[in-house]
């Protein structure tokens, strides 16, 4: 339960006697290898730094992060057992170019995981939340089999691909700009599903061809043939939300094959006066 300190000068922690035996057990570890980290650790806590080189870290349960930082290098956390949580409050849990993130029992469950990476990959098995906050633009994709539920929010543009919430619980995601980028029906679950911008102002445009242009939050065509039929509900916008919500009928047509709700906004707009819409 005691700490462990690594600080290396130059060079890389590394693994010496194969993946999948303990290199390292403790309460905290505190690791800097600028050339990389490479470990099989039992820990509950992690500290971890990097000069623009990848982190690997292979845990046997769970792992509270304080700040893991890798730079322009790729972080990747397995775990065998338990969660991925946060211990440090408000400031950022991961800084890379790429991370990679597997877990039992949660990720950023009770309390957000803080990012700053351009693309991350989750997967989580047995059951708690998936709850991830970007600082900026990042990509996401990624596996839920609990029951909780994913929530990613991105103070800029949240990209996603193929993503799967396979308990049954809702999927809530909160950007300034959502892009649904996996393909037809790559967005799939059976609670609801939340797509909100990220202030109460902002406009939302629904069922556009294309992206009408910065600040509004857009939801095309493209986006919408996105999500596979089977959520329990649709849910479009901020209660309180005070801007426009224009629907479109984009390039085909919108079609969303589930329940929709659309929340708030001020003026509801369509493509001309005669415009019907269809929300089942």
Same mark, same amino acid.
């Given at each position: 339960?005691?700490?462990v300190?690594?600080? *290396?000068a130059? =060079?890389a922690?590394?693994?010496s &006697?194969g993946?999948?035996? !303990?290199?390292l057990?403790?309460g905290?570890?505190?690791l800097?290898? @600028?050339? #990389?980290?490479?470990l099989?650790t039992?820990?509950t806590?992690l ?6 080189s ?9 792992v509270? !992060?304080?700040t893991v930082?890798?730079?322009? $290098?790729?972080?990747t956390?397995?775990l065998a057992? =338990?969660?991925?949580?946060?211990n440090n409050g408000?400031l950022? &849990?991961?800084?890379a170019n790429a991370?990679t993130l597997?877990?039992a029992?949660g990720?950023g469950s ?12 989750f997967?989580?098995t047995a ?6 906050a ?5 990509n996401?994709?990624g596996?839920d #089999? #609990?029951a $909780?539920?994913i929530e990613?929010?991105?103070? %800029? ?5 193929a993503l799967?919430n396979? =308990? %049954?619980?809702d999927? !809530?995601l909160t950007? &300034?700009?959502i &892009?649904l980028t $996996?393909?037809?029906?790559?967005v799939?679950g059976?609670?609801?599903?939340? !797509?909100? @911008? ?7 445009v629904l069922? %556009?061809?294309a992206d009408s242009?910065a600040?509004?939050?857009d939801?095309t065509?493209g986006? *919408?043939?996105a ?6 509900q649709?849910?479009? $916008?901020l ?5 426009t919500?224009?629907? *479109?009928?984009?390039a085909?047509g919108?079609v969303?094959q589930? @329940?929709?709700f659309i929340l #708030? ?5 369509g493509?001309?006066q005669?415009?019907?819409?269809n929300?089942?």
């Amino acid at each position: 339960t005691g700490t462990v300190t690594l600080t *290396l000068a130059a =060079g890389a922690i590394t693994d010496s &006697n194969g993946a999948g035996t !303990l290199n390292l057990t403790a309460g905290l570890a505190s690791l800097t290898g @600028p050339s #990389g980290i490479d470990l099989d650790t039992a820990i509950t806590t992690l500290t971890a730094a990097s000069t623009d080189s990848d982190i690997s870290i292979r845990e046997s349960n769970a792992v509270a !992060l304080n700040t893991v930082n890798a730079g322009a $290098g790729t972080v990747t956390l397995t775990l065998a057992a =338990g969660a991925i949580t946060d211990n440090n409050g408000v400031l950022n &849990n991961l800084t890379a170019n790429a991370a990679t993130l597997m877990a039992a029992n949660g990720i950023g469950s009770a309390n957000a995981l803080e990012t700053q990476v351009n693309t991350l990959t989750f997967t989580n098995t047995a059951s708690g939340n998936v709850r991830i906050a970007a600082t900026g633009d990042v990509n996401i994709s990624g596996t839920d #089999g #609990g029951a $909780g539920l994913i929530e990613l929010t991105a103070a %800029g543009i949240l990209t996603v691909g193929a993503l799967a919430n396979n =308990g %049954g619980g809702d999927t !809530l995601l909160t950007a &300034n700009e959502i &892009n649904l980028t $996996g393909g037809g029906n790559s967005v799939s679950g059976t609670g609801n599903l939340v !797509l909100a @911008p990220m202030s109460a102002a902002q406009s939302i445009v629904l069922g %556009g061809a294309a992206d009408s242009g910065a600040g509004a939050l857009d939801l095309t065509a493209g986006d *919408l043939a996105a999500l596979q039929n089977g959520f329990a509900q649709i849910r479009v $916008g901020l209660a309180a939300g005070t801007g426009t919500l224009t629907v *479109l009928n984009g390039a085909t047509g919108t079609v969303l094959q589930d @329940p929709v709700f659309i929340l #708030g906004g001020s003026t509801l707009t369509g493509p001309d006066q005669a415009t019907t819409w269809n929300l089942t």
